[in-house]
């Protein structure tokens, strides 16, 4: 009588299907992580190799884990190793729970490395050392508290924005308002706004740009302005940075498709993580990776910066025997990122700035990238020189946008270039260099006069 080895069929069966589940989880991870270049990355949602890294790990994951059950299938190691999987899987949840809700109690420099929902629940413990305000839509600084971005420590004014304490109560009114991002806040010890009130004067000058917003928060500082001022400037200066506005504008209309208003707090939160961000265009939200892997993302990225400010590890230009970080900046958008919604948001704001100041003239000015000024010199990387056609047309467009809605359009773009051939105009931390902001002010304040001249 021929002898049977127990569960000899339930093997032979558990192989084969073990073989396909481990093959369709290779295949997952592939089709994951050849979609994450080709979607993710093309459409700028996202803007650093962490974040790249970030994602990729899930994909690497998903296809570790089916060679496992391939390579694995006939031992018996393989329960043990799933074992030690789900141990694993169990620990990674407990500290991710117990970080996210200590989150409020941990040092804020710690929370800032951690993911866009434990950044929430500590913004909204409002811990005392918090300068900002997140209102609807904006963030501003709490009046006169002191605040530090790019390593700039200020005062903010009355209204909570970058200008000297005291100016708006000094003056009966405003003659230019500066709307904006961090160009227009600031990443040097001057900003635009200093300069402008030394070329323009006796004209004055406000500034109530602010660091990471996008197109979509434009109107409502302006708002803010007029109503916690009382004043009517004479002209308003749009200041449109190509790098990052449009994918800053996209995540604040993501959010809001999902709910408006939006708090500051939560476009802030998700500013560096805007891939997690549902949006109209995509209808599965990625799923939220676990603590640690937004600390191992932090670290990745500090060892990332370091390497970079090293000119052995990185191309660089030599301009006036200066070097110019070359290959790390933000890039110039592509023509056809400028979509009906990117207008939209452009007309928004000046119909709000029609409606509450109807005799203020309305400037929009394009801010280039690295790439837009330094785009034909970093033969290091080619795909760079692609930059200055792809500005050119992008500015077409925005100048297109501009006539549309009867407004004055200003590109300092050629001029710059000039300028950056023998000048170092840009920064490492991609924004204008101390003389960049000074040149673009200068061009800027004969935009301004122009238009000033125009309007007497």
Same mark, same amino acid.
């Given at each position: 009588?021929?002898?049977?080895?127990?569960?000899?069929?339930?093997?032979?069966?558990?192989?084969?299907?073990?073989?396909?589940?481990?093959?369709?989880?290779?295949?997952?991870?592939?089709?994951?992580?050849?979609?994450?270049?080709?979607?993710?990355?093309?459409?700028?949602?996202?803007?650093?190799?962490?974040?790249?890294?970030?994602?990729?790990?899930?994909?690497?994951?998903?296809?570790?884990?089916?060679?496992?059950?391939?390579?694995?299938?006939?031992?018996?190691?393989?329960?043990?190793?799933?074992?030690?999987?789900?141990?694993?899987?169990?620990?990674?949840?407990?500290?991710?729970?117990?970080?996210?809700?200590?989150?409020?109690?941990?040092?804020?420099?710690?929370?800032?490395?951690?993911?866009?929902?434990?950044?929430?629940?500590?913004?909204?413990?409002?811990?005392?050392?918090?300068?900002?305000?997140?209102?609807?839509?904006?963030?501003?600084?709490?009046?006169?508290?002191?605040?530090? $971005? *790019?390593?700039?420590?200020?005062?903010? !004014?009355?209204?909570?924005? @970058? =200008?000297?304490?005291?100016?708006?109560? +000094?003056? #009966?009114?405003?003659?230019?308002?500066?709307?904006?991002?961090?160009?227009?806040?600031?990443?040097?010890?001057?900003?635009?706004?200093?300069?402008?009130?030394?070329?323009?004067?006796?004209?004055?000058?406000?500034?109530?740009?602010?660091?990471?917003?996008?197109?979509?928060?434009?109107?409502?500082?302006?708002?803010?302005?007029?109503?916690?001022?009382?004043?009517?400037?004479?002209?308003?200066?749009?200041?449109?940075?190509?790098?990052?506005?449009?994918?800053?504008?996209?995540?604040?209309?993501?959010?809001?498709?999902?709910?408006?208003?939006?708090?500051?707090?939560?476009?802030?939160?998700?500013?560096?993580?805007?891939?997690?961000?549902?949006?109209?265009?995509?209808?599965?939200?990625?799923?939220?990776?676990?603590?640690? $892997? *937004?600390?191992?993302?932090?670290?990745? !990225?500090?060892?990332?910066? @370091? =390497?970079?400010?090293?000119?052995?590890? +990185?191309? #660089?230009?030599?301009?006036?025997?200066?070097?110019?970080?070359?290959?790390?900046?933000?890039?110039?958008?592509?023509?056809?990122?400028?979509?009906?919604?990117?207008?939209?948001?452009?007309?928004?704001?000046?119909?709000?700035?029609?409606?509450?100041?109807?005799?203020?003239?309305?400037?929009?000015?394009?801010?280039?990238?690295?790439?837009?000024?330094?785009?034909?010199?970093?033969?290091?990387?080619?795909?760079?020189?692609?930059?200055?056609?792809?500005?050119?047309?992008?500015?077409?467009?925005?100048?297109?946008?501009?006539?549309?809605?009867?407004?004055?359009?200003?590109?300092?773009?050629?001029?710059?270039?000039?300028?950056?051939?023998?000048?170092?105009?840009?920064?490492?931390?991609?924004?204008?260099?101390?003389?960049?902001?000074?040149?673009?002010?200068?061009?800027?304040?004969?935009?301004?006069?122009?238009?000033?001249?125009?309007?007497?």
């Amino acid at each position: 009588m021929p002898t049977r080895t127990p569960n000899s069929n339930s093997k032979g069966k558990k192989e084969p299907l073990l073989t396909i589940t481990g093959g369709l989880l290779i295949l997952t991870g592939i089709v994951l992580n050849e979609w994450t270049l080709a979607s993710l990355t093309s459409d700028g949602k996202i803007d650093s190799r962490g974040q790249l890294l970030l994602i990729r790990l899930f994909d690497l994951s998903t296809i570790l884990l089916g060679a496992a059950l391939i390579i694995f299938r006939k031992s018996q190691w393989l329960l043990k190793l799933l074992a030690s999987l789900a141990v694993l899987l169990l620990t990674v949840f407990v500290l991710d729970t117990l970080l996210y809700f200590s989150a409020p109690l941990l040092p804020e420099s710690l929370v800032l490395a951690m993911s866009p929902n434990a950044q929430l629940r500590y913004i909204r413990s409002d811990p005392p050392n918090n300068p900002w305000v997140y209102d609807d839509y904006i963030r501003y600084a709490k009046p006169g508290a002191t605040v530090e $971005l *790019f390593g700039i420590q200020v005062q903010a !004014d009355s209204l909570g924005y @970058r =200008n000297p304490p005291g100016y708006l109560a +000094q003056r #009966s009114g405003i003659d230019v308002v500066l709307v904006g991002d961090s160009f227009i806040w600031g990443t040097e010890e001057t900003t635009i706004a200093d300069h402008l009130r030394e070329v323009v004067a006796p004209m004055s000058v406000y500034s109530v740009g602010m660091a990471g917003d996008g197109i979509s928060q434009w109107r409502y500082h302006y708002q803010r302005f007029v109503q916690g001022s009382n004043t009517s400037p004479r002209i308003v200066a749009l200041n449109f940075y190509s790098g990052n506005d449009i994918t800053d504008t996209r995540l604040f209309l993501g959010l809001q498709s999902r709910r408006d208003p939006i708090n500051a707090a939560e476009y802030y939160a998700y500013l560096n993580y805007q891939f997690l961000v549902p949006s109209p265009g995509r209808t599965l939200p990625l799923p939220k990776p676990p603590e640690l $892997l *937004f600390l191992a993302n932090y670290t990745f !990225d500090i060892f990332q910066n @370091r =390497n970079l400010q090293s000119q052995e590890s +990185q191309p #660089s230009l030599q301009i006036a025997g200066q070097p110019v970080l070359a290959c790390a900046h933000h890039r110039e958008p592509y023509p056809e990122q400028f979509d009906p919604d990117i207008f939209a948001e452009i007309q928004r704001t000046v119909q709000t700035i029609q409606t509450l100041t109807p005799d203020a003239k309305i400037l929009l000015s394009y801010i280039p990238t690295s790439g837009g000024l330094y785009g034909d010199l970093m033969t290091a990387c080619p795909d760079y020189a692609n930059d200055i056609p792809r500005q050119q047309a992008a500015s077409q467009i925005l100048a297109q946008y501009a006539d549309q809605l009867g407004i004055y359009y200003f590109d300092a773009t050629p001029q710059l270039r000039q300028y950056a051939k023998t000048s170092v105009v840009w920064s490492q931390i991609d924004h204008f260099s101390p003389l960049g902001y000074r040149l673009y002010a200068e061009l800027l304040a004969e935009a301004i006069q122009s238009l000033s001249e125009g309007q007497e």
